[in-house]
T-cell receptor, first 115, second 115 residues
Framework: DTGVSQNPRHKITKRGQNVTFRCDPI?????LYWYRQTLGQGPEFLTY????????KSRLLSDRFSAERPKGSFSTLEIQRTEQGDSAMYLC?????????????FGPGTRLTVT | AQKITQTQPGMFVQEKEAVTLDCTYD???????LFWYKQPSSGEMIFLIY??????QNATEGRYSLNFQKARKSANLVISASQLGDSAMYFC????????????FGKGTRLHILP
């Protein structure tokens, strides 16, 4: 495994349904980040973990969103009662905590379409 | 507040020519890092180059160089000898020393390399 993986790559769901995405970071990376990217915009930070601890959540992360990283390895992002405004690309990134300027490695993303 | 501005929504460049992608930033933190990422149509964010605010020399990585002008708060990406595979979205991003948990991205520039 040489990179961050995300599953599924694409998800189409009906409004009101729940969805869950998975991210598997690079194995030795202790930090994991979630971003959301809408059409024509750069990625926006949602939340991040250091090991299993969730250290920050953006205001973008409403109560319908929850993220976990139970054993400090893979992470899941769940969206409950999806809305059409949730349609976006959800990106996961991981990094090593080896100083201030550690690079974040991104996965291929999960594209969510809410109909 | 952090802010990244990319004023070029799209650019067309002839293959083999050099191209400069503009980026200006705003921060009150004296210590920060600037990043450029490439996002091809597949969606994955690919790290290209990094510049620290205290670095004396401009960063270079192969065909990529970062023209860092601290007083002007600009961090332009220069791609030399452009190739067809360089066609993609390019994002400028920043992280402040006191906010090492997330990266703030600009809106991006779509680069088209013409054969």
């Amino acid at each position: 495994d040489t990179g961050v993986s995300q599953n599924p790559r694409h998800k189409i769901t009906k409004r009101g349904q729940n969805v869950t995405f998975r991210c598997d970071p690079i194995s030795e990376h202790n930090r994991l980040y979630w971003y959301r990217q809408t059409l024509g915009q750069g990625p926006e930070f949602l939340t991040y973990f250091q090991n299993e601890a969730q250290l920050e959540k953006s205001r973008l992360l409403s109560d319908r969103f929850s993220a976990e990283r139970p054993k400090g390895s893979f992470s899941t992002l769940e969206i409950q009662r999806t809305e059409q405004g949730d349609s976006a690309m959800y990106l996961c990134a991981s990094s090593l905590d080896q100083g201030i300027w550690f690079e974040q490695y991104f996965g291929p993303g999960t594209r969510l379409t809410v109909t | 507040a952090q802010k990244i501005t990319q004023t070029q929504p799209g650019m067309f460049v002839q293959e083999k020519e050099a191209v400069t992608l503009d980026c200006t930033y705003d921060t009150s933190d004296p210590s920060y890092g600037l990043f450029w990422y490439k996002q091809p149509s597949s969606g994955e964010m690919i790290f290209l180059i990094y510049q620290g605010s205290y670095d004396q020399q401009n960063a270079t990585e192969g065909r990529y160089s970062l023209n860092f002008q601290k007083a002007r708060k600009s961090a332009n990406l220069v791609i030399s000898a452009s190739q067809l595979g360089d066609s993609a979205m390019y994002f400028c991003a920043m992280r402040e020393e006191n906010r090492d948990d997330k990266i703030i991205f600009g809106k991006g520039t779509r680069l088209h390399i013409l054969p």
